[in-house]
Structures are given as C-alpha cells and as structure tokens.
T-cell receptor
Framework: EAGVAQSPRYKIIEKRQSVAFWCNPI?????LYWYQQILGQGPKLLIQFQNNGVVDDSQLPKDRFSAERLKGVDSTLKIQPAKLEDSAVYLC?????????FGSGTRLTVV | SQKIEQNSEALNIQEGKTATLTCNYT??????LQWYRQDPGRGPVFLLL?????KEKRKERLKVTFDTTLKQSLFHITASQPADSATYLCAPGGSYIPTFGRGTSLIVHP
C-alpha cells in the first residue's frame, strides 16, 4: 500500500511570499488532515476534510492560510503571505478506520 | 480548555529495561487514545489505539493502559532496544478536534 505523499520536502521562502504544499492521501481514505508541527511541539490540526468537504478548520489562520481538496482526493495547503512564525513542518495525514497515516511532511523555513 | 500533558524531559534508560511513558489529559473525556512514534525528520507513525472500555492493550513489546478515572494513559516498551529511541506522542480522540501531546523523547542506551 502506497503511503501518504507530500511535496515539496523542504521549502525556504522570504516573509510575505506565498507557498503551497501538496498532499496525496492513501487511496480510499476519505478523511484528510493538515497539521502544523513547530519544533519541540506536537502536531496541531489546521484543517480536516471528509471527502471534499471541510469538517473542521477552527484552528486555521484564515487570513493567510487556505486549503482545498478538489474531487475528494489530493489536497493543497497555501500560505499567503508567510510570516516568520509559520516556520514549521506541515504534515498531511489520512485515515479510514483507526489511526492516522502521516506523510513525511514539508519543512518550511521563512526568513 | 482541553489539555494533554506528556513529560517534556527526555527519558533515558538502559537497553533491556522497560520504558514507561505517561500521557495525562484534562477537561475532556476521549472515547479512545492513540500512541504514535516519531523519528527526526519523519511524520508520526501509528502504534496502538485503546478505547475507553479497554483497560489494557498489547502489541508485541508494547503495552498501553487507559485509566479514565485518573485521565491517564501509560505506554510501556518492554525489553527496550536502542532502535526504540524516538519521540512518542499520545493523541486522545473521539468527538473532539484531533489533538496531539508534545511527545516524550525516549533514549535507550546500549
């Protein structure tokens, strides 16, 4: 079974620039999550999709972050404009029953 | 507000000993609790899920307990090996926003 694919693996941008991350979940997993993990902390949920509908986005900074999951398969997360405090690892996960399967994440550095 | 607490200090043990990690939660009653392992530069990997009506769950050298009265879960690794060195995260779940603790770093010395 193929895992959760994420790209890019690393990204360095200047503050106020925009960036996008892509995620392809495990085939058949209806639920997709985007998490932000700051160094030394646990993953923090940004947004949860069920198929192509949003289940929870209460912790997504909507003034700068956006996410979509067209056709209920892959998903993109965008930040525009980026701030220094957005430097983190952005993890995508999907689930069917039971635990989450995570991708390796995108490490974002904002300078 | 809902809170998850895991020891922020690293746990150092000798190879062959049993490692015990603690996860405490407050201000909610999760229907289940999950444990994950995270290695540097990688996403968390699911290990075990225990439901509120289960006292204990085992998988090979891993054992998890769930005490809903104490609002605590204990994660045990028996006969620990240097390869078990990683950060272990707990994640209470149910009808709540999926939330993770900050994790406890385990270092197993040969």
């Amino acid at each position: 079974e193929a895992g959760v694919a994420q790209s890019p693996r690393y990204k360095i941008i200047e503050k106020r620039q925009s960036v996008a991350f892509w995620c392809n979940p495990i085939s058949g997993h209806a639920t997709l999550y985007w998490y932000q993990q700051i160094l030394g902390q646990g993953p923090k949920l940004l947004i949860q999709f069920q198929n192509n509908g949003v289940v929870d986005d209460s912790q997504l900074p909507k003034d700068r972050f956006s996410a979509e999951r067209l056709k209920g398969v892959d998903s993109t997360l965008k930040i525009q404009p980026a701030k220094l405090e957005d430097s983190a690892v952005y993890l995508c996960a999907s689930s069917y029953i039971g635990g989450y399967t995570f991708g390796s994440g995108t490490r974002l550095t904002v300078v | 507000s809902q809170k998850i607490e895991q020891n922020s200090e690293a746990l150092n043990i000798q190879e062959g000993k049993t490692a015990t990690l603690t996860c405490n939660y407050t201000n909610y009653s999760p229907a289940y609790l999950q444990w994950y392992r995270q290695d540097p530069g990688r996403g968390p990997v699911f290990l075990l899920l225990i439901r509120e009506n289960e006292k204990e769950k085992r998988k090979e050298r891993l054992k998890v307990t769930f005490d809903t009265t104490l609002k605590q879960s204990l994660f045990h690794i028996t006969a620990s090996q240097p390869a078990d060195s990683a950060t272990y995260l707990c994640a209470p779940g149910g009808s709540y926003i999926p939330t993770f603790g900050r994790g406890t770093s385990l270092i197993v010395h040969p």
